[in-house]
């Protein structure tokens, strides 16, 4: 079934390209756009350093805090305070480079993937909040109730899934630290940063070209098309609630909720960092919590 969905969908694309050359030019630009001059200066940057970082012994624990408060090894803290501020999907990308170096357990690693991966506070601050919600919304407001939803899901799955898995297993990395150095550790880790955005970019234009065919036959109230495009594409549903003829405060709900989950275009992105060992359930299982848990949060303080 998932197989004859695949192949429906995709033949669907090719005769939107076909039949709409024009607004499919378009999303691919705009597709392309985004992942050119935003994602490609922001994100590969950080690849590469972190890559580095990776494969060194500079991760060394600092401090009892972060076992104690988050139940994490100090690869695992590296990988939650810099996911914090790089945004997707960072977190998943420095989680699963972290567990092919052997450097955290499987477990440790599926349970970061519950609350690492998350949009950035730069985002969340220019793009939600002074460009989608119009600026209208404190930062701190916007930025704590995301924070805290994470949090209380952080705290569901460490005391539910990751305790009852007492059992570590370790990924043997297949290539040792001194083999890396001999090789040239840069070289290595820039080609793979740039393996990583290509597949970013492959992803980002075809979910946009996904969510133009939508938008061309979208037929029911217009309201319920920028719903579903954010469900897809976070950046373009959120772009939509200007649109959207929406009171302020549902297009606050909408807006951090979109963003809590992320859509599916950033599940997709993650699933292609993680590698063929480690699951994309719990982190598609943290998602949906995360985007109830902050409809809850929203619903209570606005």
Same mark, same amino acid.
């Given at each position: 079934m998932k197989k004859k969905i695949i192949l429906l969908s995709v033949i669907l694309l090719l005769l939107f390209l076909?039949?709409?050359?024009?607004?499919?030019?378009?999303?691919?630009?705009?597709?392309?756009?985004?992942?050119? /001059?935003?994602?490609?200066?922001? $994100? $590969?940057?950080?690849?590469?350093?972190?890559?580095?970082?990776?494969?060194?012994?500079?991760?060394?624990?600092?401090?009892p805090f972060f076992k104690v408060v988050f139940g994490l090894s100090p690869g695992g803290a590296y990988v939650f305070l810099l996911g914090l501020l790089t945004g997707y999907p960072m977190g998943a990308k420095l989680t699963a480079d972290l567990y092919y170096a052997g450097k955290i357990s499987r477990q440790e690693a599926e349970y970061l993937l519950t609350f690492c991966n998350n949009p950035s506070p730069a985002f969340l601050i220019t793009y939600v909040g002074h460009i989608c919600l119009e600026g209208k919304l404190h930062i701190g407001f916007l930025v704590g109730i995301l924070f805290l939803s994470d949090m209380i899901c952080m705290c569901f799955f460490r005391f539910t899934f990751y305790r009852k898995n007492s059992?570590? #297993?370790?990924?043997?990395?297949?290539? #040792? /630290?001194? /083999?890396?150095?001999?090789?040239?550790?840069?070289?290595?880790?820039?080609?793979?940063?740039?393996?990583?955005?290509?597949?970013?970019?492959?992803?980002?234009?075809?979910f946009s070209i996904l969510s133009a065919a939508i938008s061309h036959f979208?037929?029911?109230?217009?309201?319920?098309?920028?719903? $579903?495009?954010?469900?897809?594409?976070?950046?373009?549903?959120?772009?939509?609630?200007?649109?959207?003829?929406?009171?302020?405060? $549902?297009?606050?709900?909408?807006?951090?909720?979109?963003?809590?989950f992320g859509g599916f275009c950033i599940m997709a992105q993650t699933k292609s960092v993680l590698g063929k060992e480690l699951?994309?359930?719990?982190?598609?299982?943290?998602?949906?919590?995360?985007?109830?848990?902050?409809?809850?949060?929203?619903?209570?303080?606005?």
């Amino acid at each position: 079934m998932k197989k004859k969905i695949i192949l429906l969908s995709v033949i669907l694309l090719l005769l939107f390209l076909l039949c709409y050359p024009a607004e499919a030019l378009a999303a691919a630009r705009n597709g392309l756009k985004l992942w050119l /001059e935003t994602l490609l200066p922001t $994100l $590969l940057p950080f690849m590469i350093l972190t890559g580095i970082l990776v494969h060194t012994e500079i991760l060394q624990p600092t401090a009892p805090f972060f076992k104690v408060v988050f139940g994490l090894s100090p690869g695992g803290a590296y990988v939650f305070l810099l996911g914090l501020l790089t945004g997707y999907p960072m977190g998943a990308k420095l989680t699963a480079d972290l567990y092919y170096a052997g450097k955290i357990s499987r477990q440790e690693a599926e349970y970061l993937l519950t609350f690492c991966n998350n949009p950035s506070p730069a985002f969340l601050i220019t793009y939600v909040g002074h460009i989608c919600l119009e600026g209208k919304l404190h930062i701190g407001f916007l930025v704590g109730i995301l924070f805290l939803s994470d949090m209380i899901c952080m705290c569901f799955f460490r005391f539910t899934f990751y305790r009852k898995n007492s059992l570590l #297993s370790f990924c043997t990395p297949k290539t #040792s /630290e001194q /083999e890396y150095t001999s090789a040239g550790l840069l070289d290595f880790v820039i080609m793979n940063s740039f393996e990583t955005m290509a597949k970013l970019g492959g992803y980002i234009l075809m979910f946009s070209i996904l969510s133009a065919a939508i938008s061309h036959f979208w037929y029911l109230p217009a309201q319920g098309k920028y719903i $579903l495009l954010g469900l897809i594409e976070v950046t373009t549903g959120l772009h939509g609630l200007l649109l959207s003829g929406f009171s302020y405060s $549902l297009r606050v709900l909408l807006a951090l909720c979109m963003s809590a989950f992320g859509g599916f275009c950033i599940m997709a992105q993650t699933k292609s960092v993680l590698g063929k060992e480690l699951s994309l359930h719990p982190y598609a299982s943290a998602k949906c919590m995360n985007a109830a848990v902050t409809a809850a949060l929203i619903l209570i303080f606005l």
